[in-house]
C-alpha cells in the first residue's frame, strides 16, 4: 500500500466488478453464508483500510470516511495459507 502525506493512497485506473452470486438475484440467504462463512470474503474485508476523503466548499470542508481494498495485505494473507496435498498424491 502507498501512502502519501500521511494518508493511503487510495486510486483506481479502472473498476471492476464482479458478482459473487449465481442466481439472477442476490438472496439473504446466500448474502449471510458469504458474510460469516466465506473464507474469501473474511481475507477480502480484513484487507481493507479506512481512509478520509475531504473536499473543500468555498471555506468549509467536506469529509468522507470510506474504505478501499489493500490488494498487498489479501495477496500475502492468501499466500500465508496453509498449502494441502493434492488428492492425487496420496493414492495407492
Do not use: C
Not at 44 to 53: A, K, P, R, T
Amino acid at each position: 500500500m502507498k501512502v502519501e502525506d500521511g494518508q493511503p493512497i487510495a486510486r483506481t485506473d479502472e473498476v471492476v466488478e464482479r458478482r459473487l452470486w449465481t442466481a439472477p438475484v442476490l438472496t439473504p440467504e446466500f448474502l449471510s453464508d458469504y458474510l460469516q462463512k466465506d473464507l474469501l470474503a473474511h481475507l477480502l474485508f480484513d484487507g481493507m483500510f479506512e481512509y478520509d476523503e475531504t473536499f473543500s466548499l468555498g471555506e468549509g470542508r467536506l469529509t468522507f470516511v470510506s474504505y478501499a481494498l489493500d490488494a498487498e495485505a489479501v495477496a500475502d494473507a492468501i499466500a500465508a495459507l496453509p498449502s494441502f496435498p493434492s488428492a492425487g498424491k496420496n493414492r495407492k
